[in-house]
């Protein structure tokens, strides 16, 4: 069986929710982006493919671990219902880096601004980060086999930019939740920009 096979059957064996699992196409986007995270190409991915849950996200990763095509350091985290797979190392070089020199920018989108400002980082983003990276030095002395569950450590988290923050992407949206859950970005029109690289091996 080649390592496409195998990419689509494990994750049709693994992933299938009810009599649905995910198509060729996903499965190999699926495995495209966990590989990424295994090679330490981006910290984290939040796997939201279909309804299946965090043991069968875990599953699917042993079951490409036990053949080779990841390196068995990936860890799988359930965070507020969402399953998160985190290369740990990676995950810790970003949140560092974010902290100390400040290479993620936030945007604030409160519900009572009239449009979005660039958030003041020191204050909107600085304890986010720190709980994060409290929660990626108790990932260090998880089993990788296990999911680890936040629980209720994550109550209050402003989910929008942990998973900015977790994801790896260079500006994230924050806003004042115990204000509004809701933001200033309705009826914005947002404009989708795709990069690409290519080079020979």
Not at 146 to 171: E, K
Request: net charge neutral; proline share 3%; glycine share 8%.
């Amino acid at each position: 069986m080649s390592a496409v096979e195998r990419c689509v059957a494990a994750a049709r064996r693994c992933l299938r929710v009810g009599r649905k699992s995910l198509s060729t196409s996903q499965s190999l986007d699926l495995a495209a982006q966990v590989t990424a995270v295994d090679l330490g190409l981006k910290p984290a991915l939040l796997y939201d493919g279909n309804g299946a849950g965090v043991e069968q996200v875990q599953r699917y990763l042993s079951d490409l671990q036990s053949v080779g095509l990841l390196s068995g350091s990936l860890l799988t985290v359930e965070l507020d219902g969402n399953s998160v797979v985190i290369n740990v190392s990676a995950a810790s070089s970003h949140l560092e880096r974010a902290l100390t020199d400040c290479s993620v920018a936030g945007v604030d989108v409160g519900s009572s601004l009239e449009r979005p400002i660039m958030a003041d980082p020191q204050t909107q983003l600085k304890s986010t980060l720190q709980h994060l990276q409290r929660l990626v030095g108790d990932l260090r002395l998880q089993q990788p086999q296990q999911p680890f569950r936040v629980g209720s450590r994550s109550a209050g988290w402003n989910l929008c930019t942990v998973f900015g923050l977790l994801l790896g992407y260079p500006v994230v949206y924050c806003f004042d939740q115990t204000q509004s859950f809701e933001n200033c970005l309705s009826m914005t029109p947002l404009t989708l920009t795709t990069a690409s690289v290519t080079w020979r091996a």
